[in-house]
């Protein structure tokens, strides 16, 4: 007997639980299907298990700066245990998970463990949207719904012709598991991901070469962004090649590591790192879900959807998360998650733009922006005023031994609209959830200036900085 349902979701990651809970919380009935783990990239490959390693190596740098501070550790010796690291990712990991089990279990939200596949019309369904799942204990079940959601996300790109092995080269997906810790390595993509591993990495001792196509770190965030992360990153040891392309033809593994080839500005350059990290970016979970039998339109391997409403070409099957390209985060996977049920049940949407959903870096120090960068506001044609103060002004910054990083904003002058936020410095990622609330109340600058924040705390970055912007700041 087929599954009957209100809505079937393909993919438990962060998109898919949270539009079954959506779901759920409104009185439908739900099915997830998921062909490996609940939770998805965000808990077992992304978000969590990445922060916890992130974590792990801020201690160690921590404690290795600890006699600034006062604090003299006997013989002066610390060490990581790369197990213990491991063991402590993992069981973060596993407790989430099993929360995250209690939480479908609390909805009755059923969750079918296998690889799910649109089907067209057929005896089950005049139109297409029923779903053959092959279980993974070998069975298979057929689940109809009224409404489908995919939420399939995506996976790391690949670069062709290099002999990946998931040891020497690697991607993200495969370096969270590495048995240890390498002494060097070379990181393709100075993206978010790239440089996080290049942060915690060096953090933890590790040589690191980072190696960039374009002109700079973090191409898509604002300049400043980009370049006050490498200052600090070489502060430390990191050595950061942009405007450079890797010859996959040019590498090679062998006993003692991998050997690349890199042009850069008309020279080419041989390097060599025990590893390689690739990580340059990642493509949508398209293929083998039958789209084929469907009016779903997918595009260089993101599945096409309405930007608001988030429907395919088949009204009732919607789209969210990393499988549609933009903003691939897990907020913005659950904010979809959250447009998509709004939607489907007939009530009123609220799509926020790709722009205004907060990006992060967990790296040291943090980075994290909303809005426009102020090159793409100028662009635009925006009249522009910009205000930046760095963190070192923020009695707080002082006392955490965490100065290096800035405030900046990106503001209208015509109309005295907030544009853009962009923020390096320790904790930019917390701090960021206010100018993403100034966003949704359509706050102007000196609304949150005028909010008093508490002293001394890193917030005050925030105020200090929308301040400035009339020459206001108490600080700078
Ligand atoms: P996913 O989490 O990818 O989940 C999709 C699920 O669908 C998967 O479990 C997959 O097995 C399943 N699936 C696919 N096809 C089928 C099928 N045919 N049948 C059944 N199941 C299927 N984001 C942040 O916001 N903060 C961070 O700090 C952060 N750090 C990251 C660090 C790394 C190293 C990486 C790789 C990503 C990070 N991300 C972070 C991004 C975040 O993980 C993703 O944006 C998020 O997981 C997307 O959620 P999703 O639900 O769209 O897809």
Redesign the pocket.
Known sequence: MPIEVDIAI????????TAAVRAAQAGRSVVI???????????????I???SLLRSAEVYATIGEAAAYGVTIPEGKISVNWNTVLQRKNSIVDQLFRGLQALMKQHRIEVLN????IIGPSIFSPRSGAIAVELADGESETVVPKNVII??????RRLDGLAYDGVNIAT??EA?DWPSRPSSILIIGGG??GV?WASMLSDFGTEVTIIETADRLLPTEDKDMGAELAKALRKRGVKIITSASLQTAGCKVSDTGVQAEVITKGETLSLNAERMLVSVG?QG?VE??GLENTDVKSDKGFVLVNPITLQSGESHIYA????IGGI??????MHEASVAIDHLLGRKISRTADRDIPR?I?SRPEAASIGWTEADAKAQGFPIRTAKLPFRILGKALVYGEVEGFAKVVADSASGDLLGVHLVGAHATELIAEASLAKLLDAVPWEVGRTIHPHPTLSEAMQEVMLALDGGASHG
Not at 33 to 47: M, N, P, Q
Not at 328 to 333: I, M, S, T
Request: with cysteine; aromatic share 4%; hydrophobic share 25%.
């Open positions: 393909i993919g438990g990651g962060p998109g898919g639980y299907i998921e062909r490996d783990k609940l939770g998805g990239t965000c808990l077992h490959r992304g978000c298990p990445s922060k296998g690889n799910a596949r939420a399939t996300g995506s996976r790391p993200s997906d969270l978010v991901i996080e990642r979970n083998n879900l969210i998360g990393d499988c691939q985060l897990a907020h913005a996977a992060c967990y």
